[in-house]
């Protein structure tokens, strides 16, 4: 280890060694641990050992004179201080030494104790401040060199002075080549959303002599092309009188950062499935909308869209399969709509089409015709062909609402008074609907409830042998008795049954009852009929429904046969495949299956082919025109003979005349089910029928 108190003497002249090594250990003054040598060769050798913090170095030696002397010690020990000492006629050498890396000289001439001591002193401290300027560089260099940030600095011209390896590797300049150079030539820098040039943050802090920082959009463009997002902080560099000599830029590279910022903010106002807006960013665009709307007194329009029945896809095929049907749906209003226009997501099966500045509300009308008509096509999705109809709702501004919440709502409310019409339509907002509105969720708050109330009863309605008269089987048909408002229709609770799948317990609890009840029947000796009861979509795909049909029958212990399940054509038409397998599997369970209204769907004699079908049931619109139109008499004359050559049963519903009971006779229709015959009844009053049969004037 070196002692800086150390000090080689290398001295060849023993009188003045002998004075230069008293002044230095006098013990008046500090002293020095003093090691003398007479010849350079020996000083060397000393210097090798490395303990040496000083030397003291006559340049007229027995062994080596002149500057040569200086420079074999200083290629010994570069960073060891040397103090030279000389004569007055040699101060010319002495000087060259200190060019090439001496630290001072002594004249031998005018050499005294305090001179001596004082210059060695002197050596030492400049040794002591320079080795603690060079840790502090050597620390500043390594912190410089090693942290993540980008650092470089300039002078007061604006010429590069340093460039640590972040920032060579961020702008592609080495730093060999970027020193002396103008910043603005190594930095380049853009604005990100303009692409215009920013302003020097360099030249900013270095006139207004304060820290500055670019805009949160600037893009460093890298030498060779490569735009890089950055932030960064650049700050004036003062000397010791506090005046600006330069600057220094601290920057990082916050692309990825960025990215994902907006990523982030992406995400946050879309739908994650298929990429629309969502309701936040809808809500927002709608708001400003309507602000400009208010000032020019334009219109605008909103489109409220529900899938129909797109729960028994999701529920029989999988949230997989439902996930892509949306993307295919979402796809085609995009299609639909104008480029001005937005098409957002609010979630589940709802979507929701902004229409700004329209100028004739009949084109609303137009778009949502053509947004009903594009979706109605088949969409085939991993090997299904699925076919969904929507229900629309529009509101206008300003109309049918002054502010986006207004407007929604305006426009939800139309969609639910479209699935009440029918569904597969669009209804523009009303202000009587409101009322209907909330009417509507006051019955599903009592639809919940009314099952665990036994608020629900079956009527029962014959099916007729036409050529007979004979009751060939009866079907159950649900009634609602609610305590305060009396018996409600069918048509007003069931499609509310369906959207809340609700209609998947009342389902079971119909099964359940009419089993019961005609096993009962059966047990008293009443006729040997089978009992039909309507399935809907949701709950012929619900992921139990079979095991729920086996265990009813089992309970009830009604043979299969006895059966009969009635579905209508959109049900068996929704997804064919999974049609086919879920009517095979109630075929081989050993009920019978009848397709109901049949005649107002759109399936064909190639797919009635793969359905294991034992009837058709002729929807009621044909039978109540076939006596004054020729066209549904003609329509109604083939069903049945495809019926036949089907080997199917025909039964024809709504048959309320003589007339058309005749003319279906006539043309070889096997049943007949109406008011004609009989209305729906009660158990007791169906009971009484069974014994007695069909009054003969009906026959």
């Not at 560089?137 to 060199?145: G, S």
């Not at 942290?147 to 460039?163: E, F, K, M, P, W």
């Not at 089992?554 to 006895?562: A, D, H, K, S, V």
């Not at 003319?663 to 070889?668: A, E, Y």
């Amino acid at each position: 280890m070196v002692n800086r108190n150390k000090l080689l003497l290398i001295e060849g002249d023993s009188t003045e060694g002998k004075l230069i090594l008293e002044a230095l250990v006098d013990p008046r003054a500090s002293s020095f641990d003093v090691d003398w040598v007479r010849l350079l060769s020996d000083g060397l050798k000393r210097l090798g050992e490395r303990k040496t913090g000083l030397v003291l170095l006559d340049l007229c030696l027995p062994d080596s004179e002149g500057i040569a002397t200086f420079e074999k010690v200083f290629a010994a020990a570069p960073h060891i201080p040397i103090l030279v000492l000389s004569r007055l006629n040699d101060e010319s050498t002495a000087n060259e030494s200190l060019k090439r890396g001496a630290y001072d000289y002594l004249l031998k001439d005018h050499l005294d104790r305090y001179t001596l001591t004082r210059a060695l002193r002197h050596v030492i401290e400049r040794k002591r401040v320079e080795d603690v300027l060079f840790n502090e560089k050597e620390r500043a260099q390594v912190t410089l060199n090693s942290i993540g940030d980008a650092v470089l600095s300039t002078d007061i011209s604006g010429n590069v002075t340093y460039v640590n390896p972040v920032a060579e590797s961020m702008t592609g300049w080495s730093r060999q080549e970027a020193v002396g150079r103008p910043f603005a030539e190594v930095f380049q820098i853009v604005e990100g959303s303009t692409h215009k040039p920013s302003r020097n943050p360099v030249d900013m802090a270095i006139a207004e002599n304060k820290t500055m920082s670019l805009t949160p959009t600037c893009v460093l463009i890298r030498r060779d092309g490569l735009e890089l997002a950055i932030e960064d902080s650049t700050a004036p560099i003062h000397d010791r009188f506090g005046k600006v000599t330069g600057a220094v830029i601290v920057f990082r590279d916050v692309s990825a950062s960025r990215a994902m910022t907006i990523k982030m903010s992406h995400l946050a106002q879309h739908d994650s499935l298929t990429d629309l807006p969502n309701r936040v960013l809808l809500t927002d665009r709608l708001t400003q909308v309507i602000s400009l709307a208010r000032r020019t007194s334009e219109q605008l329009v909103v489109l409220f869209l529900d899938l129909d029945h797109f729960k028994n896809i999701n529920d029989s095929l999988g949230h997989a399969i439902g996930d892509k049907l949306l993307q295919s749906v979402a796809q085609r209003l995009v299609a639909c709509a104008r480029h001005s226009d937005t098409v957002s997501r609010q979630g589940g099966d709802e979507f929701v089409v902004l229409l700004p500045q329209i100028a004739h509300v009949a084109d609303a009308a137009v778009l949502a015709q053509k947004m009903m008509t594009a979706l109605a096509a088949p969409h085939f999705i991993a090997g299904n062909e699925l076919r969904i109809n929507a229900s629309i709702g529009i509101s206008r501004y300003p109309n049918d609402g002054q502010d986006a919440e207004n407007l929604l709502k305006s426009a939800d409310t139309a969609m639910y008074y479209a699935k009440e019409k029918g569904r597969n339509n669009f209804q523009f907002f009303k202000a009587d609907m409101t009322t209907r509105a909330v009417a509507r969720q006051s019955l599903e708050g009592l639809l919940g409830r009314a099952l665990e109330r036994h608020e629900f009863v079956l009527h029962y309605q014959p099916k007729v042998d036409l050529q007979t008269g004979e009751i060939t089987g009866i079907e159950a048909l649900l009634r609602w008795l609610q305590p305060d408002r009396g018996l409600i229709p069918p048509p007003q609770f069931v499609p509310i049954a369906e959207e809340s799948g609700l209609i998947v317990p009342i389902g079971r609890w119909v099964l359940r009852e009419a089993c019961t009840q005609l096993r009962a029947w059966l047990d008293v000796g009443l006729r040997r009929i089978s009992v039909a009861v309507n399935l809907s979509g949701v709950e012929f795909r619900a992921k139990h429904f079979l095991e729920g049909v086996r265990t009813i029958l089992e309970e009830t212990r009604l043979e299969p046969r006895f059966l009969e399940f009635e579905l209508t054509e959109s049900v068996l038409m929704n997804h064919v495949e999974g049609s086919v397998s879920r009517l095979q599997a109630l075929k081989a369970l050993g009920v019978q299956l009848a397709v109901d209204d049949f005649g107002t769907g759109y399936s064909s004699l190639s797919y009635l082919r793969r359905f294991p079908i034992d009837a058709l049931k002729l929807d009621q619109f044909f039978i109540h025109h076939i006596t004054a139109d020729p066209n549904e008499a003609a329509i109604i004359s083939a069903v049945i003979d495809m019926g036949k050559k089907l080997k199917q049963r025909v039964i024809a519903e709504g048959v309320e005349t003589r007339e058309q009971r005749n003319f279906l006779q006539v043309h070889g229709c096997g049943e007949g089910q109406g008011y004609y015959f009989s209305h729906p009844m009660a158990a007791e009053e169906c009971a009484k029928l069974l014994r007695t049969g069909i009054a003969k004037n009906r026959q």
